[in-house]
């Protein structure tokens, strides 16, 4: 099956920091990977997704991430951090053709500061 | 065109008390997942239905945990009796069937029912 794991359950940035959260994942066949923010006493929102077409995939609010095969990553950047991007991020793996089994991390709380 | 609705938004009871989440997925959904999120154990999947039936129950923690889908409108998560352990966020989300127009690989996530046993 697959599964994620997500490099650091906390990051602090300065506002205007490069924000970088970092995935790995695993699967036996080529994935579908996601990440998804979830703001305080809400539910989860997508940030953007990759589906095996373009590497560099881009999302809202500016971030971006990308599918490295080599490296079986999809770390998600963006170049400036602003204090509204704190929230807790999540990155998620299903496969393809069943979205049935989507494995999310344990999450990554981004702190922004002044 | 709406979300996924939940309710209630909030819940506080008592240990031995019926809970009832409810969830009214995306309409034209073929899938609809329920998730617990906690602190010690992140986002568990409990149960999912596909076209109204459930697929997996699995994850579901105990007997005390049941699940319905009456209708491709309408389903909910029932505790009981309840405890202090069950205190947890729990989404409700829905999606597509693969290979169906407009289908993306995406959850939909509703804003959560946070539940309080006390």
């Known amino acids: 099956a697959q599964s994620v794991t997500q490099l650091g359950s906390h990051v602090s940035v300065s506002e205007g920091a490069l924000v970088l959260l970092r995935c790995n994942y695993s699967?036996?066949?080529?994935?579908?990977l996601f990440w998804y923010v979830q703001y305080p006493n809400q539910g989860l929102q997508l940030l953007l997704k990759?589906?095996?077409?373009?590497?560099l995939v881009k999302g809202i609010n500016g971030f971006e991430a990308e599918f490295k095969k080599s490296e079986t990553s999809f770390h998600l950047t963006k170049p400036s951090a602003h204090m509204s991007d704190a929230a807790e991020y999540f990155c998620?793996?299903?496969?393809?053709?069943?979205?049935?089994?989507?494995?999310f991390g344990a999450g990554t709380r981004l702190t922004v500061k002044p | 065109d709406a979300g996924v609705i939940q309710s209630p938004r909030h819940e506080v009871t008592e240990m031995g008390q019926e809970v009832t989440l409810r969830c009214k997925p995306i309409?034209?959904?073929?899938?609809l997942f329920w998730y617990r999120q906690t602190m010690m154990r992140g986002l568990e999947l409990l149960i999912y239905?596909?076209?109204?039936?459930?697929?997996?129950d699995s994850g579901m923690p105990e007997d005390r945990f049941s699940a319905k889908m009456p209708n491709a409108s309408f389903s909910t998560l029932k505790i009981q009796p309840s405890e202090p352990r069950d205190s947890a966020v729990y989404f409700c989300a829905s999606s597509l069937e693969p290979g169906r127009d407009g289908f993306t690989g995406e959850l939909f996530f509703g804003e959560g029912s946070r539940l309080t046993v006390l």
């Open positions: 998620a793996v299903s496969v393809p053709w069943n979205n049935n089994d989507m494995r």
């Open positions: 239905f596909n076209n109204n039936v459930p697929i997996d």
């Open positions: 699967s036996s066949v080529p994935p579908y």
């Open positions: 309409s034209g959904h073929d899938y």
């Open positions: 990759y589906t095996s077409a373009a590497t």
